[in-house]
């Protein structure tokens, strides 16, 4: 099982910039896409920014420019860096990793998700 923590979220300026963290730990093999989504009152989750194993990056139209996400593997952590917030940003901020677990003689891949993070951009 592997779980993942969130954290970095909060209240913020239009204008402003936040740094989100998402952590993974458990029986982990490899991780390959880290990424995060975002789900907004009343609205479907949706893709914010994507990397993969290689390190290549996928944005949301409307995060390109803004948004830069980023990954350490030695820490299984990937980094969601906000800057130029708007009121529409906000919204609960989910990150998923796909990769996995088990050990060179048997594993399996998995896929899980943060338990989430709000962001909320208001003056």
């Known amino acids: 099982q592997v779980q993942l923590a969130e954290s970095g979220g909060g209240l913020v300026q239009p204008g402003g910039s936040l740094r989100l963290s998402c952590a993974a730990s458990?029986?982990?093999?490899?991780?390959?896409?880290m990424g995060w989504y975002r789900q907004a009152p009343g609205k479907q989750r949706e893709l914010v920014a994507v990397?993969?194993?290689?390190?290549?990056?996928n944005y949301a139209d409307s995060v390109k420019g803004r948004f830069t996400i980023s990954r350490d593997n030695a820490k299984n952590t990937v980094y969601l860096q906000m800057n130029s917030l708007k009121p529409e940003d906000t919204a609960v901020y989910y990150c998923?990793?796909?990769?996995?677990?088990?050990?060179?003689?048997?594993?399996?891949?998995?896929?899980?998700w943060g338990q989430g993070t709000q962001v909320f951009v208001s003056s």
């Open positions: 990397i993969t194993g290689g390190s290549s990056t």
């Open positions: 998923n990793v796909r990769g996995t677990v088990g050990d060179y003689v048997f594993r399996r891949d998995f896929g899980s």
């Open positions: 458990g029986n982990i093999f490899s991780i390959n896409t």
